[in-house]
């Protein structure tokens, strides 16, 4: 019997935490507010920008767009994110991936001020995740841990196997798990015998972005499965990294795609937004 982990009920009490949060602080003089920093014609990220946009204004944030157009080039990227980390009337910023051909995301997020770093981009904020100091962690990554919580997933003692490495999802998904006392192993494109290292994971995080890469062969009985994978289908549907129908039966749990990782990371952008706010406020 496999439990479907799904992240609607978590993303719908956090997005009503930050509603009050919002309006509390909307009513002292600070209205959160977000950026998201575009710089591509990529349809889907198009349509991620405008989820999170409309997850925002249900809990009363504004977001706006800043769309530089996808011939953007490195230095007005820099630049816009620099006016943006400057604006006070600005509490989060996210810039938005895919980036310009020689536009390199890492870099680039160093222009963000750490302290509206929502997303956790700039490397000084992954380098603090690093160290176990606060900061802002990657909202996906953190919508990992969150779901394995409030699902009650035990981590201290637990094997977790992350598949990818990516700044933004393998890397600090894999030092969240570190933090809670799980043994870590980090696999990528490089990794000798896949099937057999996750076969050994209690907890399974699949941040890949190959449709349905894991399945019943790469998983043990009993394993908790999270799905990070979002890819887009022929028919304008999504699939995740795990082939759902092939390890359903077999693992304990497994996150839906869509209706998993997506929605509890678009309302913990929201959270880290008006926790933003709260730090700012005079
Ligand atoms: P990414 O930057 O492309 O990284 C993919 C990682 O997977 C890399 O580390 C790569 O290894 C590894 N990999 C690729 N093929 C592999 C294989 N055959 N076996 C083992 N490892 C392999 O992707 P990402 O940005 O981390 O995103 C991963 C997935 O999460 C995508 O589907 C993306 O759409 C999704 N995503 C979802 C959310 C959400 O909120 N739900 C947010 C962000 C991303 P190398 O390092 O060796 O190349």
Redesign the pocket.
């Known amino acids: 019997m496999t439990a479907t982990l799904s992240g609607r009920g978590l993303a719908d009490g956090i997005r009503a935490e930050v509603a009050a949060e919002v309006a509390e602080l909307t009513a002292a003089g600070t209205p959160p507010r977000l950026a998201v920093v575009v710089a591509t014609a990529d349809e889907s990220s198009a349509w991620y920008v405008r989820s999170i946009a409309r997850a925002a204004e249900k809990t009363g944030i504004a977001c706006s767009a800043v769309d530089l157009g996808a011939s953007a080039t490195p230095e007005q990227i820099r630049a816009a994110l620099e006016a943006l980390s400057g604006d006070p009337a600005v509490h989060g910023i996210i810039l938005q991936?895919p980036l310009p051909a020689g536009a390199v995301v890492e870099d680039l997020a160093g222009a963000i001020d750490p302290a509206k770093d929502v997303d956790g981009a700039n490397p000084l904020s992954l380098g603090r995740l690093a160290a176990g100091l606060p900061a802002f962690a990657p909202?996906?990554a953190e919508?990992v841990l969150a779901l394995l919580d409030h699902h009650g997933v035990p981590l201290a003692g637990a094997h977790a196997v992350v598949?990818?490495?990516?700044?933004?999802?393998?890397k600090p998904a894999a030092l969240l798990l570190l933090q809670r006392d799980a043994t870590v192993t980090v696999?990528?494109?490089?990794?000798k015998d896949?099937a057999g290292v996750t076969r050994s994971a209690d907890v399974l995080v699949a941040?890949?972005?190959?449709p349905e890469?894991i399945t019943a062969e790469h998983v043990a009985e009993d394993a908790v499965v999270i799905d990070?994978?979002?890819?887009p289908t022929a028919d304008g549907g999504l699939v995740?990294?795990v082939d759902a129908g092939s390890v359903t039966g077999r693992v304990a749990g497994l996150t839906p795609?869509p209706g998993?990782?997506?929605p509890v990371?678009?309302a913990l952008l929201l959270q880290h937004t008006a926790r933003a706010a709260r730090s700012r406020r005079p």
């Open positions: 991936t909202a996906t919508a598949v990818g490495r990516s700044t933004v999802v393998g696999c990528h494109s490089r990794t896949l941040a890949v972005g190959r890469l990070v994978g979002t890819n995740g990294d795609v998993g990782v997506g990371t678009t």
